[in-house]
């Protein structure tokens, strides 16, 4: 798909992270907003729908995983919309209460953990190819949990494991260890035994090349590390703190959709299938 397709999907993604939460009156609309473009270059250009797994383990970015399929067509608008509302399958960090999500996540630290086991499974057990991807925030990495999962993997030799790495320097209240110190997280993951890829996580260009090295990494399970904005699109938003887990009241958020651009609204895209 072209960088042009990608940015559109893109700008439709954001309108929705937007629109759900502030129509919600919360959720994590910046949190979303960072990962946007990784996530679009994923699902629409790489992932295999009903075949590769996507686990996301920051899983307060929830109010992206659903706008990608309300993208494709696969979640309606006006569902999308009962986001936190109560009895809504559409819930605050995505479970299986919601048919496409793997597991319940949202718990810091502990998707990893669950990709690689569903890594495990289909490399040693099942024996067949699917994928299995792990959006990962910057600040979860503080968790153990990961780094017992990243020496298991690698002893495992889990090529068909990939970690990507949102790396927007700001955490719920002050900013991360490492910052945009991509170099810091590389020399981590390389030393527990990862293949990785630094990338601009907002550049398409760089996205589609990253990703297609998912599977081809020889013995060695890959780490994305992508720099990344927090809330990137919306300029006022963007590399602030004080947003965190903020949804946009009204005024600010008709601010914030016209920072957007054009957005065609009666347009789906397909994620395409393992067939």
């Not at 024996?127 to 299995?132: I, P, R």
């Amino acid at each position: 798909m072209s960088v042009f397709m990608l940015a559109e999907i893109a700008r439709l993604v954001r309108y929705y992270i937007l629109t759900c939460t502030t129509k919600a009156g919360s959720g994590h609309p910046t949190s979303s907003l960072s990962a946007t473009d990784l996530m679009v270059g994923l699902m629409f250009n790489q992932f295999r729908l009903g075949f590769d797994r996507l686990i996301f383990s920051k899983g307060h970015a929830s109010p992206l995983f659903y706008s990608l399929y309300a993208a494709a067509g696969l979640l309606k608008p006006e569902e999308l919309y009962t986001l936190r509302k109560f009895g809504s399958a559409i819930e605050g960090h995505p479970t299986p209460k919601f048919k496409l999500a793997e597991v319940a996540s949202g718990s810091l630290g502990q998707g990893l953990s669950v990709g690689l086991g569903m890594a495990l499974n289909a490399k040693y057990l099942d024996k067949t190819s699917y994928l299995t991807y792990v959006l990962l925030g910057d600040s979860e990495l503080a968790e153990g949990s990961n780094w017992e999962a990243m020496s298991l993997a690698a002893h495992y030799k889990l090529n068909n494991l990939i970690a990507i790495l949102d790396v927007n320097r700001l955490g719920q209240a002050n900013p991360t260890m490492h910052g945009w110190d991509l170099a810091a997280y590389e020399a981590k993951a390389q030393a527990f035994g990862w293949a990785t890829k630094i990338i601009d996580g907002h550049d398409f260009n760089q996205i589609a090349p990253a990703l297609s090295l998912a599977g081809t990494t020889a013995s060695k399970p890959l780490m994305i590390i992508a720099k990344t904005i927090k809330g990137k699109g919306v300029s006022f938003l963007e590399d602030k703190d004080g947003w965190h887990g903020k949804a946009l009241n009204e005024a600010d958020y008709h601010r914030a959709i016209k920072k957007l651009g054009k957005i065609n609204l009666g347009k789906t895209w397909t994620i395409k299938s393992a067939n």
